[in-house]
């Protein structure tokens, strides 16, 4: 089992960068591929991004490729996402999610284990 809290969190304007960490208990964090989701009230949860155990692998929604970017340090049993170019439809609760599994995992369901969430809100 890994335990996951999700920081960094904030308000920042568009246009602004702000980098979300995951931090995992456990001494297995390498046996787990990562994923960030985030959900607005009244929607469902969304996949964001998704990181293999090794960091090779990296899968991105369609809406943030090539402005979010997703990294782990396994040394520190730490998961990044890098927010940048930040737009006011981005703003969410954003979670972070563990998942054993490989390949493209980008449903809830895949993920057993989930962090709390960090608030982001972009004004425009």
């Known amino acids: 089992q890994v335990q996951l809290v999700e920081s960094g969190g904030g308000l920042v304007q568009a246009g602004g960068s702000l980098r979300l960490s995951c931090a995992a208990s456990?001494?297995?964090?390498?046996?787990?591929?990562m994923g960030w989701f985030r959900q607005t009230p009244g929607k469902e949860r969304e996949f964001v991004a998704r990181?293999?155990?090794?960091?090779?692998?990296?899968y991105y929604a369609d809406s943030v490729k090539g402005r979010f970017t997703i990294s782990r340090d396994n040394a520190k049993n730490t998961v990044y996402l890098q927010m940048n170019s930040l737009k006011p439809e981005d703003t969410a609760v954003y979670y972070c999610?563990?998942?054993?599994?490989?390949?493209?995992?980008?449903?809830?369901?895949?993920?057993?284990?989930w962090g709390q969430g960090t608030q982001v809100t972009v004004s425009s």
């Open positions: 990181i293999s155990q090794s960091g090779s692998s990296t």
């Open positions: 456990g001494r297995s964090f390498s046996m787990y591929a």
């Open positions: 999610a563990a998942d054993r599994g490989v390949g493209r995992h980008t449903g809830q369901l895949d993920y057993p284990y």
